[in-house]
């Protein structure tokens, strides 16, 4: 499978990219296409008002790396897995721009609008979050986002791994160990069960399969 790991960390160093390294490292390691890149090389500006900016030919008039990552990168793959820091109980202002600015491929003006609407659905979706935080609801506000997201879309949200730190490196010496945990849902990111019932959902009388699944260590 073809897996985005995109970091939207300002500090490119920072524990939330240490996070999306070792989820790739666990993607590469069960055999999948990764490819991993940094909002913050990327963006060169936020959303403007399309009816300003939008060129004659109707492709968004932002000159930076957005448009070629949003359709070489983002639209090809199966899954994306997103990692931020929480600022302010929400996402980066990159991560946030790179939702803002697919408004400029999805709206009816974008020549491709049509294919894109097409491809920009049916992903598996996961999150990695960093915060010095560790109180229960201060990801709250980015999971429902990204929640939403994932429904609008028709995408799956498989999973967060949420680890603890402030200066660089922190991360690593979190107790409860997201790295590893990172690292595993990688490696288990387009296996892994997740569900979203409906009311009309048909329902099993059994959740797994016979025999069980071999615990992952």
Known sequence: ???????????????????????????QEAGHDVTQRDLSTVLGGFLRDCRQCRRADGR??????YGALFEDDFLPADGVILATPIYWYGMSAQLKAFFDRMF???????????RVLTEIQNK?????L????????????????????SRYTGSSFVGVVHGHGNARGDVQRDPQGPMQA????????????????????????????????????
């Open 60 to 65: 968004c008039g932002i000159d930076d790396g």
């Open 1 to 27: 499978m073809k897996a985005l790991v995109l970091t939207s960390s300002p500090r490119q160093t920072g524990n939330s990219t240490l996070l999306a390294q070792s989820a790739a490292s666990g993607l």
């Open 104 to 114: 400029c491929y999805v709206a009816a003006s974008y020549p491709a609008s049509p």
């Open 124 to 128: 598996r979706i996961g999150l990695l």
């Open 182 to 217: 990172a690292h595993a849902f990688g490696r288990e990111f387009f296996a892994r069960h997740a569900t979203d019932y409906k009311i009309d959902t048909p329902r099993r009388g059994k959740m797994w399969t016979d025999p069980a699944p071999t615990p992952v260590p």
């Open 130 to 149: 960093s915060s010095e935080e560790s109180f229960p609801t201060v990801s709250h506000g980015i999971l429902h986002q990204v929640q939403e997201f």
